[in-house]
T-cell receptor, first 116, second 116 residues
Framework: AQKITQTQPGMFVQEKEAVTLDCTYD???????LFWYKQPSSGEMIFLIY??????QNATEGRYSLNFQKARKSANLVISASQLGDSAMYFC?????????????FGTGTKLQVIP | GAVVSQHPSWVICKSGTSVKIECRSL??????MFWYRQFPKQSLMLMAT?????????EQGVEKDKFLINHASLTLSTLTVTSAHPEDSSFYIC????????????FGPGTRLTVT
């Protein structure tokens, strides 16, 4: 079974509009962390936002917010006021504790294109 | 934010030779480093997790003897691809955690390996 599922291979959004990128996850751990990363065409991975499984409030970082619905096991990324520079691949990831290390699993990604 | 560097950024080698890739955390002590592999237009696949001073934990299907990982200090981890073959050609990315926020991972810019 997929640990992290991103069902949208590609998305388009008009500049200045908001967009939601979907992410669902599967884990039996009580303690875990959820991340979103942006990967431009240059290849670097840029950390956007983090949500801990025990955090009661949704994480926010500037124009990024994470819509965390624990019971549904979803962690959608909301980007407000999209900019042309937001065009990139976006990956959802989950970090789970294992004996002696942390296992990190990435989703397949969503390619976001912002239209002027 | 925390900075992670990788060297080299790209490398071309002949089949049968070995290649070493360095990952350094420049302004924080990385207690854990992760090595990923990414094929074109695909997600990141975790290869191994290493904690400073201990042996790396490899993911299922990753050959330990082929991908040698050393995490000798809190700022340096190395990945050596031994007896490289064309199928090892890929984008290798490291990340590090243990900085300002232990739940965050900071990624290096990646190393593109081409084996001819």
């Amino acid at each position: 079974a997929q640990k992290i599922t991103q069902t949208q291979p590609g998305m388009f959004v008009q500049e200045k509009e908001a967009v939601t990128l979907d992410c669902t996850y599967d884990t039996s751990d009580q303690s875990y962390g959820l991340f979103w990363y942006k990967q431009p065409s240059s290849g670097e991975m840029i950390f956007l936002i983090y949500q801990g499984s025990y955090d009661e409030q949704n994480a926010t970082e500037g124009r990024y917010s994470l819509n965390f619905q624990k019971a549904r096991k979803s962690a959608n990324l909301v980007i407000s006021a999209s900019q042309l520079g937001d065009s990139a691949m976006y990956f959802c990831a989950m970090r789970e504790p294992r004996r002696g290390y942390q296992k990190v699993t990435f989703g397949t990604g969503t390619k976001l294109q912002v239209i002027p | 934010g925390a900075v992670v560097s990788q060297h080299p950024s790209w490398v071309i080698c002949k089949s049968g030779t070995s290649v070493k890739i360095e990952c350094r955390s420049l302004d924080f002590q990385a207690t854990t480093m992760f090595w990923y592999r990414q094929f074109p237009k695909q997600s990141l696949m975790l290869m191994a997790t290493s904690n400073e001073g201990s042996k790396a934990t490899y993911e299922q299907g990753v050959e330990k003897d082929k991908f040698l990982i050393n995490h000798a200090s809190l700022t340096l981890s190395t990945l050596t691809v031994t007896s490289a073959h064309p199928e090892d050609s890929s984008f290798y990315i490291c990340s590090a955690s243990g900085g300002l926020a232990v739940y965050e991972q900071y990624f290096g810019p990646g190393t593109r390996l081409t084996v001819t």
